[in-house]
């Protein structure tokens, strides 16, 4: 079935540093891709996503890149802040009964900035 | 604006006690749903429901009920608990699908840590 592999953490960055955060996928067909963050004491709430091969997801600073060739979606940003501090899910759209579509989820990695 | 409202945030149950998480959302959504959060492991859909009046099983739906009387309200209850339910528990809701298909958001609910003991 279809499934999401994302880097464990947690990775712990010094402000201002480079983040790069792993998230791999297997499917069938041509899924939408997602990323979610969940910031502390708060609920999950979409940082961006991608809807198609080739399609770059932005937001916040935040990118990442559908790529098919190998199936990834990496989640990057040039310049890290404390207030990134947070979880960070990687998710994919999966046919379900019905003609719905749920969500498959990434186990989410930890992401701690130290200033 | 509330958003997705749940409550509580934390229980402690007791095997076999029966409990309800609440679950309220005021955007007029018509897609709800359940999902639990264990470590290593990404979220997981329990239950979920297109409308009032209907739900539908998830991916892991043995030892849960829902029901769905309103737009509003999708409360999950926990007819006898099991250590195995101890989890974090999300309610989400999307006015367009399970995965928020036109958008691809689905809004969260802040999460209740129940521990079974």
């Known amino acids: 079935g279809d499934s999401v592999t994302q880097m464990e953490g947690p990775v712990t960055l010094s402000e201002e540093a480079f983040l790069t955060i792993n998230c791999t996928y297997t499917?069938?067909?041509?899924?939408?891709l997602f990323w979610y963050v969940q910031y502390p004491g708060e609920g999950l709430q979409l940082l961006l996503k991608?809807?198609?091969a080739d399609d770059k997801g932005s937001n916040k600073g935040f990118e990442a890149t559908y790529r098919k060739e190998t199936t990834s979606f990496h989640l990057e940003k040039g310049s890290v802040q404390v207030s990134d501090s947070a979880v960070y899910f990687c998710?994919?759209?999966?046919?379900?009964?019905?003609?719905?579509?749920?969500?498959?989820w990434g186990a989410g990695t930890k992401l701690i900035i130290k200033p | 604006n509330a958003g997705v409202t749940q409550t509580p945030k934390f229980q402690v149950l007791k095997t076999g006690q029966s409990m309800t998480l609440q679950c309220a959302q005021d955007?007029?959504?018509?897609?709800m749903s359940w999902y639990r959060q264990d470590p290593g492991m990404g979220l997981r859909l329990i239950h979920y429901?297109?409308?009032?009046?209907?739900?539908d099983q998830g991916e892991v739906p043995n030892g849960y009920n829902v029901s769905r009387s309103t737009t509003e309200d999708f409360p999950l209850r926990l007819l006898s608990a099991a250590p195995s339910q101890t989890s974090v528990y999300f309610c989400?809701?999307?006015?367009?699908?399970?995965?928020?298909?036109?958008?691809?958001?689905?809004?969260f609910g802040e999460g209740s840590r129940l521990t079974v003991l």
């Open positions: 998710a994919l759209s999966a046919p379900w009964e019905d003609s719905n579509y749920q969500l498959i």
């Open positions: 991608a809807t198609k």
């Open positions: 989400a809701s999307s006015a367009s699908g399970l995965a928020g298909a036109d958008t691809g958001e689905l809004f």
């Open positions: 499917a069938t067909g041509y899924p939408s």
């Open positions: 429901s297109v409308g009032a009046g209907i739900t």
């Open positions: 955007m007029n959504h018509e897609y």
